[in-house]
């Protein structure tokens, strides 16, 4: 209203102004009417103008938003401070909404899941990185793409036509191959209208432990299967049949070997649970390599005299008292090191036939660290096995693995411990050319080793 007013006062003004000028001058009547339209016409002329000069700058404003109102009088300089006003407080709240899309957005590419938003058309409007790696996606240039045309797995396709979303679809992804499978869980939400969410989980890591978990229950449940079907053969012999005293010592012998088979599966069950749950050793404990090696020495000449029995014995070659005697200390759980070493010892002699020979060694590294290997002359294993050797249940042979007492856990065990203890397992060997298990410790697990070769 007061911009109303101040225009009809100017315009009153410049009328007034045309008539007394048409006094001054000594015109009639009809000169003044003639002044007061001349009066208007400027007005209106000097309006047109402030009226120009404000839709100059309502162009400017649409490629700079931040140019100042022009200095106007009147209503112009009202209306040109209301509407900068009005952008100003616009600009605010679309910066506050950008920056809110673009935390979105952000938290969004950060998901470890793949994200596709999908409009009523299940075209892409967007999507992640995550999503793209999962799908094999460009996120420029499949933009407004059908997403049908992207994917043209059959159970997604029939999964999106169906419209029952309630569960997800399990898909191969395009980026699979035999070495490095890739396994997704795609589900889609509706949201909107008829709009989608897609979003995809790696579901491969799972798929795989589910895996390993059914052979490992499969495998357990046949490694004591076995034993336990002997065993009660035998109890039922022995409940029913007339048997001599050397008839029945003999299935109690028998009966004692399968159950020992079968407590020797559940102790080494037991220690890979142990040795999954307990956190690993630290560099607190150091256990001298001298006493660990005499006593696997010790150990291993028991082994091999009852492995051999009246055959020519095992050719053991351990490092001398000399080289013991610079060997130095390892950082560690000391038992579950001498397990892992001992393991190696035991196959070597298992394998390795009567006067066969088997070489122990503890060596120092360049880089501070230390390996210690066996070499045995056995029969060797062949490259496709070497790869599944420390396999829960793998065998080479498992006839002979069972003959010999083995549970199939024993090499499970050693890289177990092997990896708490930041050491890794080398295996070289080839069909009748013997084997050689290497471990090697890191320097900060070695201190105190003097020898380059023990």
Avoid at 199 to 220: K, L
Wanted: glycine letters at 8%.
């Amino acid at each position: 209203m007061p911009g109303l007013l101040s225009r009809l006062g100017a315009l009153l003004i410049f009328m007034g102004a045309g008539a007394g000028l048409a006094r001054l001058l000594g015109h009639s009547m009809a000169g003044v009417a003639c002044g007061i339209a001349f009066g208007a016409v400027g007005w209106l002329l000097w309006d047109a103008w402030r009226f120009l000069h404000f839709l100059d700058w309502l162009h400017r404003l649409h490629e700079e938003p931040q140019t100042p109102p022009p200095r106007l009088p009147g209503i112009w300089r009202n209306a040109a401070e209301r509407i900068a006003r009005l952008l100003r407080q616009q600009l605010r709240l679309t910066q506050a909404s950008e920056s809110r899309l673009e935390n979105l957005q952000d938290g969004l590419q950060a998901s470890p899941n793949g994200v596709i938003v999908l409009d009523k058309h299940t075209h892409i409007e967007w999507c992640n990185q995550m999503a793209c790696r999962h799908f094999g996606l460009d996120a420029r240039r499949d933009i407004a793409q059908s997403i049908t045309h992207l994917l043209r797995e059959p159970a997604f396709v029939a999964h999106l036509a169906a419209r029952d979303f309630a569960h997800a679809v399990i898909l191969t992804g395009p980026a699979s191959t035999a070495a490095h499978p890739l396994r997704l869980s795609v589900r889609l939400c509706p949201y909107g209208e008829g709009r989608l969410l897609m979003i995809s989980q790696d579901i491969t890591v799972f798929e795989q432990a589910e895996a390993m978990r059914r052979d490992f229950v499969a495998n357990v449940s046949h490694e004591i299967r076995t034993p336990l079907t002997v065993l009660a053969g035998f109890v039922e012999t022995l409940q029913t049949l007339p048997l001599t005293d050397d008839e029945r010592e003999e299935y109690l012998d028998r009966m004692a070997r399968q159950a020992g088979r079968m407590r020797g599966l559940i102790d080494d069950l037991l220690t890979l649970s142990r040795l999954e749950d307990s956190p690993p050793p630290g560099l607190e404990e150091w256990t001298p390599a001298r006493a660990l090696f005499q006593q696997i020495e010790a150990d291993a000449s028991v082994l091999s005299a009852l492995a051999t029995g009246e055959a020519p014995p095992h050719r053991l070659d351990f490092p001398d008292a000399a080289a013991l005697a610079r060997a130095g200390e390892i950082a560690g759980a000391a038992g579950e090191l001498q397990s892992a070493f001992f393991n190696l010892v035991t196959n070597a002699i298992r394998y390795t036939p009567p006067g066969g020979e088997i070489i122990v060694r503890w060596r120092r590294q360049p880089d501070g660290g230390a390996s210690f290997s066996v070499r045995d002359s056995g029969p060797g294993i062949a490259p496709e096995h070497i790869p599944r050797l420390t396999e829960r249940f793998y065998r080479v042979d498992t006839a002979r693995s069972r003959a010999t007492g083995g549970t199939g856990l024993g090499l499970s065990i050693v890289k177990h411990v092997l990896q708490r203890h930041d050491a890794t397992l080398a295996i070289d060997s080839a069909p009748g050319q013997g084997a050689c298990f290497t471990v090697t410790l890191p320097a900060q697990r070695v201190r105190g080793f003097a020898e380059a070769e023990g």
